[in-house]
């Protein structure tokens, strides 16, 4: 007679999978707010893996966000509620409205915050000059489309506004410097 058994394996415990934080710069509190509050920096396009990393990081900031507003040009996939830590945020999408690289965030009570979305796919250098330039005071008040635009035409961000060559200054312009955009 043969007797077969199987040898009992501990069980592997569950591993609780932690979201990496946000990469995200904010502006200090200052005199003047501007266009943006700051810069996001997501992983990928899918709202409902990046949107609860980045409300863990503001909530304590802000206070907790209850409403986030986006234009879809860049989502795929729009969840109209994402579950975070403990509360649901809800989740709109507004096309002409929102700049189409740009957040809104809403914290109950507290107030209405705007940040600069760069692309996910961004190399490190140039995310990292958009996140500067969004969180400047001292930068010219551009829009989040023109920021991305700037950078991706190679303009360093923080310059643009340029002073006008006086031979290209135009006839109507007054003695002194004359400013103009540089295109975008």
């Known amino acids: 007679m043969t007797a077969t058994f199987e040898a009992t394996l501990p069980r592997p415990a569950p591993v609780a999978v932690v979201a990496p934080p946000a990469r995200l710069v904010l502006k200090t509190d200052g005199p003047s707010r501007g266009l943006l509050d700051g810069a996001w920096w997501p992983r ?3 709202l409902l893996r990046e ?5 863990d990081a503001l909530d304590p900031v802000w206070g907790r966000i209850t409403r986030i507003a986006v234009n879809p040009e860049h989502w ?4 109209r509620k ?12 507004f096309t002409p409205e929102i700049d189409p690289h740009k957040l809104l ?7 209405r915050w705007d940040l600069l979305v760069i692309p ?20 010219p008040p551009l829009t989040a489309s ?15 506004v340029r002073p006008v060559d006086p031979d290209e200054a135009p006839r109507w312009a007054s003695s002194g410097p004359v400013t103009e955009r540089a295109p975008s």
């Open 146 to 160: 023109a920021l991305i635009a700037a950078d991706r035409a190679g303009h360093a961000v923080s310059t643009a």
């Open 51 to 55: 949107l609860p990393a980045l409300t």
């Open 44 to 46: 990928s396009r899918d």
């Open 120 to 139: 996910p796919e961004t190399g490190a250098e140039s995310a990292g000059r958009l996140m500067a330039a969004a969180s400047d005071y001292d930068a």
């Open 76 to 79: 795929p996939v729009i969840p």
């Open 82 to 93: 994402v579950p975070v830590n403990g509360h649901v945020v809800k989740v709109g999408w």
């Open 105 to 111: 965030l809403l914290s109950y009570g507290t107030g």
